[in-house]
């Protein structure tokens, strides 16, 4: 039932995703959505060039998330 979903390439989701976020920052204003947005692009480059499984996708998105946010804030002081 789900076989058409081996067939999609896992970085258009992650490249789409980090461009909505990156975009509903603008509407928001909330300094958050940015930096998800952003770790999600990274992911969908990254996916592009490299065989990364969905499963590692997910825990490097999820860390990559953290990591920009507490940067994020930091650099906004």
Not at 62 to 70: K, P, R
Request: hydrophobic share 60%.
């Amino acid at each position: 039932m789900a076989e058409w979903l081996d067939t999609i390439s896992t970085h258009w989701f992650w490249l789409s995703l980090g461009l909505f976020l990156t975009f509903a920052e603008l509407v928001a204003r909330g300094r958050y959505l940015l930096w998800v947005g952003l770790a999600a692009l990274i992911i969908g480059v990254a996916d592009y060039f490299l065989p990364i499984t969905l499963a590692y996708q997910v825990a490097m998105f999820v860390i990559l998330s953290v990591l920009t946010v507490f940067t994020g804030k930091k650099l906004q002081g």
